[in-house]
């Protein structure tokens, strides 16, 4: 209770915690930024090379689970999501304390909106091949983001930290509900990969815009929000007046709570990413929590920096590690340089290439660091 008041305070107020910048969060999404810019290949290959037990379960862990369940892959993009949401703390008191108007960041708001929206679409909703009939309009993670952040910025700048939670878990409970109604044609409640209610909303309303797989965004998009929420409550906690190990501890706990909340809630609403239901919500954001304890443990308490700064230089620019990734074959340009081993390195040649590929845009990535070119979304 007394942390709550605490953030009830510091949220009204507009309070900073005094210090320097939280490396922790710009390191954790760094973190994350690698497996989706090549760290994944890279990790995959060993496995064409050692064929052993271990590099079996890394290769595993490295892919999504087919439906029902949680592997490590799975996390990675929650944690996008609700990094958006730690980051609302510490940028809207600020933009607040330029404006004084709550009014007056809305611009910015439906601006960084669009821009992920569109963003998303490019790179997984086929608007570069300028053929209207090919557009998918909700297909992909930076679109999560957007729907999330706009969700969490209303919840943000007209609700008090009380209502918040009552707010994250409602979208929560509201989605739960929704998924209970019978899908037409077929039995109420169902979770089947081709049966649900969230694929029957998004197959409805998308029709032929819809991207095709066992994935949903409309429904989902509520849990997005959720997701995201869980994301500004961390913010909440690294800004408040605790001490480091203080706020280490209470990310933990919080965390703990949630995986066991979820595990509660699994047999009655499964832990599947592809429709993100809320225990999924839950599950994912209690590793996101403690994943912030441990980063902020050893980065911003401990101080060891040195070890992470490349993924410090990486979350400095993940929107852009992101887009470029996935829109631009950085393979090609690192087989310029490493061709000419692939007749000698045998199985190792994989492997060479993945580095290869990903040292390509971690150079333009610590360029544009250490010249302090930021883009900014």
């Given at each position: 209770m007394r942390t709550l008041e605490a953030l009830e305070k510091f949220r009204i107020k507009g309070e900073t915690t005094k210090g320097s910048r939280i490396v922790s969060v710009d390191a954790l999404r760094?973190?994350?930024?690698?497996?989706?810019?090549?760290?994944?290949?890279?990790?995959?290959?060993?496995?064409?090379?050692?064929?052993?037990?271990?590099?079996?379960?890394?290769?595993?862990?490295?892919?999504?689970?087919?439906?029902?369940?949680?592997?490590?892959?799975?996390?990675?993009?929650?944690?996008?999501?609700?990094?958006?949401?730690?980051?609302?703390?510490?940028?809207?008191?600020?933009?607040?304390?330029?404006?004084?108007?709550?009014?007056?960041?809305?611009?910015?708001?439906?601006?960084?909106?669009?821009?992920?929206?569109?963003?998303?679409?490019?790179?997984q909703g086929n608007l570069l091949t300028y053929d209207f009939s090919e557009f998918k309009f909700y297909s992909n993670t930076l679109q999560s983001i957007a729907a999330g952040y706009l969700i969490a910025s209303v919840l943000v700048l007209y609700t008090g930290v009380r209502w918040q939670l009552v707010a994250t878990l409602g979208l929560m409970l509201v989605y739960w509900i929704i998924m209970l109604i019978p899908v037409p044609g077929a039995s109420a409640g169902l979770y089947n990969p081709q049966e649900n209610m969230a694929l029957f909303i998004d197959k409805f309303i998308l029709g032929k815009f819809q991207d095709g797989t066992t994935y949903t965004w409309i429904l989902s998009s509520l849990n997005f929000g959720a997701t995201t929420m869980l994301g500004v409550f961390a913010g909440y906690l690294l800004k408040s007046d605790s001490g480091g190990l203080q706020k280490v501890w209470k990310l933990a706990v919080f965390g703990?709570?949630?995986?066991?909340?979820?595990?509660?809630?699994?047999?009655?609403?499964?832990?599947?990413?592809?429709?993100?239901?809320?225990?999924?919500?839950?599950?994912?954001?209690g590793i996101c929590f403690l994943a912030l304890a441990l980063f902020y443990l050893v980065v911003d308490v401990w101080k060891y920096q040195r070890p992470v700064k490349a993924f410090v230089i990486i979350g400095a620019n993940s929107i852009v590690a992101y887009t470029a990734w996935h829109l631009f074959d950085f393979g090609l340009v690192a087989e310029v340089f490493t061709r000419g081993m692939q007749t000698r390195a045998g199985d190792w040649y994989g492997f060479i290439r993945a580095v290869g590929a990903f040292l390509v845009i971690f150079l333009i990535l610590r360029y544009m660091?250490?010249?302090?070119?930021f883009v900014k979304v």
């Open positions: 760094g973190f994350d930024m690698f497996w989706i810019m090549g760290g994944e290949v890279i990790f995959k290959s060993l496995d064409n090379i050692f064929h052993s037990p271990a590099t079996h379960f890394i290769n595993t862990q490295l892919d999504h689970v087919e439906w029902l369940g949680f592997r490590f892959y799975d996390i990675i993009m929650p944690l996008f999501v609700w990094l958006a949401g730690v980051s609302i703390p510490f940028a809207f008191p600020r933009r607040l304390g330029q404006t004084n108007s709550k009014a007056a960041l809305w611009p910015h708001i439906l601006k960084r909106f669009l821009i992920l929206w569109i963003l998303g679409m490019a790179v703990i709570v949630l995986i066991i909340l979820a595990r509660i809630w699994h047999p009655f609403h499964p832990i599947i990413k592809h429709i993100w239901t809320g225990s999924f919500v839950l599950f994912a954001g660091y250490r010249n302090k070119i």
